[in-house]
């Protein structure tokens, strides 16, 4: 009985994802589902890719949050266009709440669009919203076994970012077993080793995103 | 409909709760669940743990995981009893899962059991287990704003252990913040400061653990 609620409720967001993934297909937009860890630096990616992108890209970023709407006041401040999603108590975002987020912002004047999933390695993984591209980001200080622990996330995401690497000296992060586990669960995942305070690896990952939005141009040309 | 079936989940869990309580009470065992984001130190902890109650108490450790027995593993290395619950998927434990495993421990021979949650900082704080109390742990890297956006485990917890207190120096956390939004939510958290590394403030966790573990005794003594 549960199992066919689930899979109702999976139904249902599958088709809204696609609405979702339709409405920005034909506004030409890239959409990027952002999904980590509480605390791994997904709002920090954030700021730090905003300003990687100024003049090349005009950004805005769905805030996915339990509570609070801290996140989105901090984008808003630094001139990044930003909307909050608050799911009170829900453990992961829904195509339909993303949806609502897309028809409040102006797509017209948009061409990548991040979505900064819940604080939560496991049950975003389990809901499709439209993107065209998942990324997962795992900090240093979380430590290199979370793929072996929350393998779902990392079998699924077409990157991997490894965050807080400014930390790398003062806690014990195998980098290369890390990197070794990804590539076993996901040899198509790309990989970025990024700091948020130094800003090293920003310009990689960035040239990785506009990419991308190329891609998704491109198609939307070929159209 | 949605809403009806969750209800019944929580119900049957509720009632497989009452039976855990009421068979560790009937042993006077203590029963601790601890609950974090990925990464912030449940296993550490649960190790310095062990170390600390060496000769005080007879702990053993449930632990949950997604995926994987590598924290079982480590435990059963550093000589404490250990047992793995792997959810294959599920984003929490459930109190059936925690029926189980406690069956498959020698609760004669145990003061008190520590049941490790998967690591998830929304989800496990909607199921009960049978626990005498809940432990939040948070790390410092995570950053002070976790109890303003999961508020929900902040609310209901018997303590918050904040853990990685060894990078204060190389992070962004400002202690005296988190504290006062931990009591704001929550004012009879009790809270520790501790580090893994060091064995930093382990003791009085330690102490705060034996203090409830003699109190489940003597409530036992009185039945």
């Known amino acids: 009985m549960e199992i066919k609620v689930l899979k109702n409720i999976l139904n249902a967001n599958s088709q809204i994802a696609e609405q979702n993934h339709r409405l920005l297909a ?3 937009i890239l959409a990027v589902n952002v999904m980590s860890s509480p605390g791994a630096g997904k709002t920090t990616l954030m700021l730090r890719t905003a300003e990687e992108l100024k003049g090349k890209a005009r950004i805005a970023v769905i805030e996915g949050d339990v509570s609070s709407s801290i996140d989105t006041e901090k984008l808003i401040q630094a001139g ?5 999603i608050n ?3 829900g453990c992961h975002l829904d195509a339909g709440m993303v949806n609502s987020a897309l028809l409040n912002l102006p797509l017209d004047e948009l061409d990548i669009i991040f979505i900064e999933n ?7 993984g389990e809901f499709d919203l439209g993107e065209h591209l998942k990324v997962v980001i795992s900090s240093t ?12 996330l990392f079998t699924i995401t077409n990157a991997v ?3 807080k690497t400014d930390l790398m000296p003062y806690v014990n992060f195998d980098m290369d077993g890390f990197c070794l586990t990804v590539k076993g669960l996901n040899q198509k995942a790309e990989l970025f080793k990024i700091c948020g305070i130094t ?3 920003i310009g990689e990952w960035g040239e990785w995103i506009m990419k991308n939005r190329d891609i998704v141009r491109a198609n939307a040309g070929k159209k």
């Open 118 to 124: 819940v604080g939560n390695l496991i049950c975003p």
């Open 161 to 163: 970012v490894i965050s």
């Open 26 to 28: 034909g506004k030409s």
């Open 199 to 201: 800003g090293d690896g």
């Open 141 to 152: 200080p979380e430590g290199e076994d979370k793929p072996h622990k929350y393998p779902l």
């Open 80 to 84: 990044v266009t930003a909307i909050q």
């Open 87 to 89: 799911t009170d108590g």
